[in-house]
């Protein structure tokens, strides 16, 4: 698979090519990975809307304009997914702080555990002995993509077949997954491993793989009858935040891998003075990133950047404390960010902002209507969500009207 450019003009192009494909060809080819390099059959749609270099909204809208909602019923709940999965983690960030303490147990045993660490080894250098797994490994680390079902199948032989901790598959895909996010991966895992819908895993199959890859695997050894993992119930879902509306004061615009676009700032009253760029990519991870990973993050903020006009160097920052010293020296008595959910960016956000108090420059991160609007759905599971998909699309054309 050639590396995707990131920028927002390739992602919207991307999301050109494939439009006239999102209804029942989609439907029809999207659970099988047939190896094309290209990827003809999925939109590869995944490390822009991470990154929001292209918004659900405008892939909803443009797809929509092709196909009915019937037609197109499929990607559009595909959308939905990773949006529900941002709206239950936000409602419940000690999830993403369990994750983040029992990963970091699991990767210190490492050192400690010669069994662990060799079969950890071998699952992540993709020499199991298993074919689809140890082919989806090498796939992962030379490409920063998998298929949504390859991701599926691998976390269930890591779990399952293998026995290893969920959360440090978790983490070997944060680091190299180009499209890595806090919500949608951390719950895809505890989903596979039956934790997220309690009592319900997804288990691999020999049959399954050999089907949905035509044939080019047929993995032998598969634990098929291993029941879901046990753990503790969720916690109830906090208030969502509400996100603030800017101050008509000078103001320097803060993006982030978050949310490379940013919100509509024309519409504002507010005077950008200077815009800056957090890359706070190294916080999805203790470990070393994939260069693919970290290349799409940092070139996706360069162009960002570049859209909104920045002056001087046009670099994305890692070092919060160099920010928090270019926002003071810019004048600006306000920040404007758009939100970033639960994971690091948002932690970093937060170390700024409490950083900036002390200068009494107050920081307020807009919400996405598109978020505002679906979030409160992911209460439970998915079906909620799902049943108001029509009346989530009718609010979206509403605006565009």
């Known amino acids: 698979m050639a590396a995707l450019v990131a920028t927002r003009e390739a992602g919207l192009q991307r999301l050109a090519e494939f439009v006239d494909?999102?209804?029942?060809?989609?439907?029809?080819?999207?659970?099988?990975?047939?190896?094309?390099?290209?990827?003809?059959a999925v939109s590869m749609l995944s490390p822009y809307l991470r990154h929001r270099l292209v918004s659900e909204e405008e892939v909803l809208t443009?797809?929509?304009?092709?196909?009915?909602?019937?037609?197109?019923?499929?990607?559009?709940?595909?959308?939905?997914?990773r949006t529900y999965f941002k709206g239950w983690l936000e409602q419940r960030p000690q999830v993403w702080r369990d994750?983040?303490?029992?990963?970091?147990?699991?990767?210190?045993?490492?050192?400690?555990?010669?069994?662990?660490?060799?079969?950890?080894?071998?699952?992540v250098a993709g020499t199991t002995g298993i074919d689809a797994f140890d082919a989806f490994a090498l796939e992962l680390v030379e490409t920063g993509y998998l298929h949504n079902h390859a991701r599926m199948w691998f976390a269930s032989i890591w779990i399952f077949t293998l026995r290893l901790p969920w959360e440090l598959g978790a983490d070997f895909f944060m680091r190299h997954l180009m499209d890595g996010d806090p919500a949608s991966n951390t719950l895809s895992w505890r989903w596979v491993a039956g934790l997220h819908t309690r009592g319900k895993n997804y288990l691999a199959t020999r049959d399954n793989i050999r089907r949905y890859t035509n044939g080019r695997f047929n993995p032998k050894g598969l634990n098929e009858n291993a029941p879901p993992l046990d753990g503790p119930e969720p916690p109830h879902p906090l208030k969502l935040p509400v996100g603030e509306n800017p101050a008509a004061v000078p103001s320097v615009l803060l993006l982030h891998d978050d949310d490379c676009i940013a919100p509509p700032f024309d519409a504002l009253l507010c005077e950008i003075v200077d815009v800056v760029a957090l890359d706070a990519s190294a916080g999805r991870s203790p470990g070393e990133r994939g260069n693919l990973a970290a290349t799409f993050t940092r070139e996706a903020l360069v162009d960002s950047l570049a859209a909104h006009g920045a002056g001087g160097d046009n670099s994305p920052e890692t070092d919060p404390e160099r920010i928090v010293?270019?926002?003071?020296?810019?004048?600006?008595?306000?920040?404007?960010?758009?939100?970033?959910?639960v994971g690091p960016v948002n932690d970093a956000l937060n170390r700024i902002a409490k950083t900036l108090q002390s200068h009494e420059i107050s920081m307020v991160r807009p919400i996405r209507a598109y978020d505002r609007e679906a979030w409160p759905h992911a209460t439970k599971g998915f079906f909620a969500m799902k049943s108001v998909i029509?009346?989530?699309?009718?609010?979206?054309?509403g605006r565009s009207a």
């Open 62 to 81: 443009a797809v929509l304009e092709r196909h009915s909602p019937r037609d197109a019923e499929k990607f559009i709940q595909e959308v939905y997914w």
């Open 21 to 40: 494909d999102a209804g029942e060809r989609y439907a029809r080819n999207r659970n099988t990975d047939f190896g094309d390099p290209a990827r003809n």
């Open 325 to 341: 010293a270019r926002i003071v020296q810019s004048g600006a008595r306000q920040v404007v960010a758009p939100h970033a959910p």
């Open 390 to 397: 029509p009346d989530m699309l009718a609010l979206m054309a």
């Open 99 to 123: 994750y983040e303490t029992a990963r970091d147990r699991s990767l210190a045993a490492l050192s400690s555990n010669k069994g662990l660490a060799t079969a950890y080894d071998q699952a």
